[in-house]
């Protein structure tokens, strides 16, 4: 039933939105991570890319797909460095492949200046107590926050991405995305998983604690 449908899927959208504590129409859901970003850099068409490398390789495609101008910065060896004006800038926090969490905050102030669109991908911040960037999107009319909970949830084959922005952005974006993209069983899982709520804590604790250990092997 289509009505049945419809009304499942705004929950999924209302506990995501939850999840995040934002909006429901400040949220649009896609097919995984990487459509989430090919459908974003489609969607702003622009001309220029600053990437902070090194990061996920698929910002990088999506860059040539798309015919955008490409600036890497090595955030390893000089991380402030000048940023091309009106320029898409992408940040992956926590990086990858390092997993280091930055305090971006004197950033996000350097690139609002510098009138960049920018994307922060929080794929991994729900392994870290870090700050989310979230709470700029009604400060800064030009920020997109990439979310992955399948990730934490360690359910990869589960294909679900969020991009969190305001709510104009959210539905200039939405005019251009189909309504299904999602099977009900991502929904259904995803639900279900958020109503365990000890496993964040436990999760965190242990990822802390083998940390310590896997830098103690290396060390050795």
Sequence with gaps: DAKLKLADFE????????????????LELYNGGSSAIFSLFRHLNQNHCTIYSPAYLEYKKAANTFNYKISHI???????????ENSFVIFVNP?????????????????????ATIL???????FTNGQSMIKYINEYDKLYILK??????????????????????IKEL????????????????LQAALK????????????AKNSILLEHILKE
Excluded: C, H
């Design 74 to 84: 090595n955030r390893l060896n000089i991380i402030e460095q000048e940023v091309q």
């Design 196 to 207: 365990d709520k000890t496993f964040k804590t436990v999760s965190k604790s242990i990822n």
């Design 148 to 169: 992955s909970m399948t990730k934490f949830y360690s359910s990869a084959g589960i294909r679900v991405g969020t991009l969190v922005s305001n709510e104009e952005n």
């Design 174 to 189: 939405q005019k251009s995305e189909p309504m299904w993209k999602l099977s009900q069983f991502d929904s259904i899982y």
């Design 95 to 115: 990086s990858t492949p390092d997993g280091q969490l930055y305090d971006i905050n004197i950033l996000m102030k350097y690139w609002m200046q510098r009138n």
């Design 120 to 126: 922060i991908d929080e794929s991994f911040l729900d």
């Design 11 to 26: 929950l999924f959208y209302k506990k995501i939105a939850e999840n995040y504590s934002v909006k429901p129409n400040q």
